[in-house]
């Protein structure tokens, strides 16, 4: 039966703001899964669907312990290139939106496949923002189990400078353009482990058939299953990716109501994986977070800031 504060006329409604204000008042533990298109409106690129082709390459072919072992320079320009569009982007009101309300409410733990940082520069408090698939800004090596936190070089060394470079305005980076020859990056040109000195350095994020940190995961699985839940988000992602996307059967089976955000949440077919009680907003996160978490978090101010209601 459908819940009677998510109806309106009699018929259940999944957009409607007012009886998400009301089901976020009596939350007391949420949870959310964070995609690419929290940071859309950043300038980041999901390089998901139309025109996530970097060079003519897949970007998720890219993103694999075998393309870095053919062709590392190769991958270590997409990658360079990814940091240096993270380094000039900023935080967007929606990653501002969802640090106040880990600020706010204790019992609130947002779950990141973003790599791109800006969930942290946002002020997110860090026991409250778990990443699941690392860091762009981490460094690891491809052999032993070396790691480097909070490497912000651009470029990462001189052989990727190429990737560090603004186009002028109106031109395309020659970099993403495929019929334009860029000069191989050889191994040796590349860094090596400074501890076992074979292995080369390589991005510390989680590549496609990879697994994920166990630390995280255990504790993430911690969080849910240490009492019902009221809410979870998911917010700018298609929900597709194991395990991330099995968080939502999981915070289901405890009682949520899922919350989608994301500019296809109300086409037909996503639509249709809804069930009664959940809310489903097809906006841009960074224009309707605010909006969405206004009763906790308070009006955003000219500075950036919320100014909590009362």
Known sequence: M?????????????NDIESFHAALRSSRRILALCGAGLSASSGLP?????????????????ATPGAFAMDPGLVWLFYGYRRHMCLKAKPNDAHKALAALAREMPNFLCLTQNVDNLSQRAQHPPDRLFTLHGSLFDIKCSKCDWIERGNFDDPFCPALAPASVDPPPGETLPLLNPYHRIQHVSEDELPKCPRCKQGLQRPGVVWFGESLDFDVIARADSFVRAGPLDLMFVIGTSAIVSPAAGYIDKARKNGARIVVIDP???????????????FAFGQDAAKILPVLLEPIIGTRQPDGSYRKPG
């Open 2 to 14: 459908a819940d009677p504060d998510h109806q309106k006329d009699g018929k259940e409604t999944h």
């Open 46 to 62: 999901t390089f998901r669907g139309a025109g996530g082709l970097w060079r003519n390459f897949e970007a998720t072919n890219l």
């Open 264 to 278: 296809r949440a109300e086409d037909l077919d996503e639509m249709d994986k809804l069930r009664s009680g959940d």
